[in-house]
């Protein structure tokens, strides 16, 4: 931060419910005023020191002290109460304004580290930290997924999120999901499963098996997903382009306070009956100018499988939808 100056105040009378309160848990009100408001929060005890621009940094103390009064005929603060105290500020920061420096990104989880490939790759995962709905278009092997699924990952340890949603739609491609054995959960089990790969491989089998039993990571059809609204999670929704429209927007509107949505897709392999649009291919165009939602496009050359997987998109490109030469 530039022409940065620091405000220090005491919140009184010193109350250690009132001030775990306005914390939140694991200081997820703290971190959603400095995420929003582009300031750093300290404190020891009741004593705290907020740093950012002049005018941010005075008006990001005052929410916190005014959330500190509602505290006082409050046992709990919402994300929801974090958020309006701060749009009331009028000095909310738009993720826009974070510009990707071409600088170096690793994403840790407690398996590995993963360090994204290419600059398409780093300004994916740049923008997957700055925006709260991001958008990765692209073929088949170019990281969408895995990256997604690491940054997830990594936002479960460093505590930014309470819970990750992994979502797909269960479209079939080229068979019928009814012909195949099991109740519904096993059906779509198969459509799953890369998911599941991931998860594996950042965090173990046996932490993973742990986690979905407590909740705290959700593998779900798309289906699911309605007339839920999701606070503090990490939402995956893959193979989008296989989304309707009315599907896509039920989703969109499910995100909730103090959480990010990444929804990955190729939009050249929709399985979705013909004469009906994809919803990826409809958000695109929709939403590419919208403030706060970030896209990522991502190309043949991007493609960090087996060198003949580029080989083989590029080939497809050169080919019109019909079989004939494009």
Known sequence: MTNTTA??????????????????????????????MDVRIGRRGHHFRVEGPEERAHAAAEVVRHLYRETGAADDLSPETVHLFIRESGFERLPDDTVFDGGNVVITTPKLKAKPRGENQQRYVHSIRNHDINFGIGPAGTGKTWLAVACAVEALKDEQVKRILLVRPAVEAGEKLGFLPGDLAQKVDPYLRPLYDALYEMLGFEQVTRLIEKSVIEIAPLAFMRGRTLNNAFIILDESQNTTRE???????????????????????????????????????VLDNVPGIGFTRFEAKDVVRHPLVQRIVEAYDRFGEDGSPG
């Open 7 to 36: 405000r220090e105040f005491d919140l009184t009378p010193a109350d250690t419910r009132r001030l775990a309160t306005v914390c939140g848990q694991f200081d997820e009100h703290l971190k959603q005023i400095e995420r929003r």
């Open 247 to 285: 599907q896509m927007k039920m989703f969109l509107t499910r995100i909730g306070f103090g959480s990010t949505a990444v929804i990955t897709g190729d939009s050249t392999q929709v399985d979705l009956p013909k004469g009906q649009q994809s919803g990826l291919v409809h958000a695109s165009a």
